[in-house]
């Protein structure tokens, strides 16, 4: 039974002589060899090729040479999944083209374009040794890559709830508020406290409420859009950024967290907890963030006021809302589109 391919390897190149190297200099290393003559051949390649293979592009070919191939695999992501090494161009008998050249590929190079540039004249017997290495320089490459990006996002997430941290959620708030700014679009924000969670910290212990926030959380999300954006604040504190939503959008999303988190009991140590929230919402309208959570915080507070279980805007001018909720009854215009 023959040995598995240790890689793949797929070579681009319209120069018949560099393509019968490759076929004698791979042909006894167990190295899956694939040969392409134009940019398309290899587009078409790449659903069969494995992560972790190599793809080694002739720098003499013109769609290479414009960077229109290099573009593509990098749109499709292969160059995420494969190393890409280019050979040198052949030699120009111009000194100024040849430094040209030389420049824009150490350039691509130094911007993570291609992974290694390999010399036409690499002799026979060390051309597995620099596809080995071209290899490996990727692995590494990827996994210092992957190591940065989960780091990255351990950094902004919330250690207990996985949602973001108070500084993610904020900076996320920074960077809509100038898309608002830019493109004139909505954004609301819901600032959501947990009625007298300090009484059940107390009753139930740290750890059957950290439990307790954590589902909350879960439930949160669910009822979110992909690109809604929810964050913890403070203990029982939460934060959810609403791109494109109006005021009265993000007062029926309110309405439904009420009822869909909060009138579902939470079952803890075999007993039926049933918890409670207020809400405040308040509306971009491209002012600075620092302006919309000061309005945000003073309107929860006025929320808290009114007892546990409430729900208020900012806006007092939402049609058909009544900010003042009676026996927790909410009155939303029946005009409101669903969120």
Request: aromatic residues 4%; contains cysteine.
């Amino acid at each position: 039974m023959p040995e598995k391919p240790r890689y793949q390897v797929l070579v681009l190149s319209e120069d018949e002589t560099l393509r019968e190297l490759m076929r004698i200099v791979l042909r006894s290393q167990e190295i899956s060899l694939e040969m392409a003559k134009d940019a398309t051949e290899v587009l078409s390649y790449l659903p069969r090729l494995r992560a972790g293979s190599v793809i080694l592009l002739d720098g003499g070919v013109r769609a290479v040479e414009s960077g229109q191939l290099l573009a593509a695999l990098q749109e499709a992501g292969a160059a995420q999944r494969s190393a890409v090494g280019v050979i040198g161009a052949p030699v120009s008998d111009e000194e100024d083209v040849q430094e040209s050249a030389t420049a824009m590929w150490s350039r691509r190079l130094r911007e993570g374009v291609v992974d290694d540039i390999l010399s036409r004249d690499t002799i026979r017997q060390q051309w597995p040794l620099r596809l080995g290495a071209l290899r490996r320089i990727h692995l590494l490459r990827s996994e210092l890559v992957h190591l940065r990006d989960s780091t990255l996002l351990q950094a902004e997430r919330d250690r207990l709830t996985g949602t973001m941290n108070r500084d993610a959620i904020l900076s996320i708030l920074f960077r809509e508020t100038d898309r608002v700014q830019r493109m004139n679009h909505g954004l609301c924000v819901i600032l959501m406290d947990i009625d007298d969670f300090g009484h059940w910290n107390s009753e139930l212990g740290i750890e059957a409420c950290d439990d307790l926030l954590r589902r909350v959380a879960q439930r949160i999300q669910s009822l979110l859009r992909s690109y809604d954006m929810l964050g913890r604040l403070g203990d029982d504190e939460f934060l959810i950024a609403l791109p494109g939503c109006s005021n009265v959008n993000a007062v029926l999303l309110a309405e439904r967290l009420r009822t869909d988190i909060f009138d579902l009991p939470f079952e803890v140590g075999g007993r039926s907890i049933r918890l409670s929230a207020c809400f405040a919402i308040a509306e971009s309208k491209g002012r600075s963030p620092v302006v919309v959570l000061r309005e945000a915080e003073q309107t929860l507070q006025e929320a808290r006021m009114r007892g546990p279980d409430h729900i208020r805007s900012a806006n007092r001018n939402t049609r058909g809302w009544d900010a003042e909720a009676v026996s927790g009854t909410r009155m939303i215009s029946a005009e409101a589109t669903q969120h």
